[in-house]
């Protein structure tokens, strides 16, 4: 049995991006104060560390660095299979 | 001018819902009249005549005078109140584009265009950071974490 040249890229594509998600490091962490008043705590990312993994998905905004939800999410739900 | 100097009048006059008489000088449809539609135009009128009873010719010059100038006046108002309006809806987009050019952020969201595209991630907002174990808000970014932590949990 071969396999398509196609499909190899696919797969190919399919392990570097898990591998790259692979490499993010998920975060607890509150905001502070003057962002969230009752400073929960919330699951997320360093933008800074996603930044040299996925450059896409980071958008930079008056010196802070945000994660474009949209971009990342799809980079997850493409690692998830 | 056209327009009574009797208020009462003048109303009746700038009505252009009010029903044309002998006395009142006013034509059915005359705001259906283009300035190109003026009498002496070569286009016919979209409306016709009313009936005066075959009294259509007559009447003095500074009637038809009236008639003319009631024309210009409503036809001058309507481009008054066009000019006004559109001025104010090219202001309202230019404000709306700017604010979308530059965004806005709100409770560690980043708005663009009126949608939330952006979570806050910076870790100079961020303060007590440590390896995810729980979170008491479940919202995108929590289940796009925990969804990394099971990858990285199976790799």
């Not at chain 1, 010196?63 to 690692?79: D, E, M, P, Q, S």
């Not at chain 2, 006013?26 to 286009?43: F, I």
């Not at chain 2, 009294?55 to 210009?72: I, P």
Request: glycine fraction near 8%.
């Amino acid at each position: 049995m071969t396999i398509s040249p196609k499909w190899h890229l696919l797969c190919k594509r399919f392990v570097d991006i898990r591998n790259r998600v692979a490499q993010l490091q998920p975060i607890q962490f509150r905001y502070h104060k003057d962002i969230d008043p009752e400073q929960k705590l919330r699951a997320g990312f360093s933008a800074q560390q996603v930044a040299q993994i996925f450059p896409d998905a980071v958008i930079e905004r008056d010196g802070y660095l945000f994660i474009n939800k949209a971009v990342l999410g799809g980079y997850i739900k493409a690692a998830k299979g | 001018m056209a327009f009574s100097l009797d208020p009462s009048n003048f109303l009746l006059e700038a009505n252009e819902f009010s029903v044309p008489t002998r006395g009142n000088n006013l034509r059915r449809g005359q705001d259906y009249y283009g300035s190109s539609q003026q009498p002496g135009a070569m286009a016919m009128p979209l409306v016709p005549q009313i009936d005066m009873g075959g009294t259509n010719t007559l009447g003095l010059a500074s009637d038809k005078e009236n008639q003319l100038q009631m024309r210009f006046a409503g036809d001058a108002i309507n481009a008054f109140a066009n000019i006004e309006s559109e001025k104010r809806r090219a202001e309202a987009e230019r404000n709306a584009a700017r604010s979308e050019s530059q965004g806005s952020m709100i409770g560690g969201l980043l708005s663009l265009g009126g949608t939330l595209i952006g979570a806050l991630c910076d870790e100079r907002a961020k303060e007590d950071i440590a390896p995810l174990q729980t979170s008491e808000v479940n919202d995108d970014l929590a289940q796009m974490a925990f969804a990394v932590q099971e990858i990285r949990g199976h790799s």
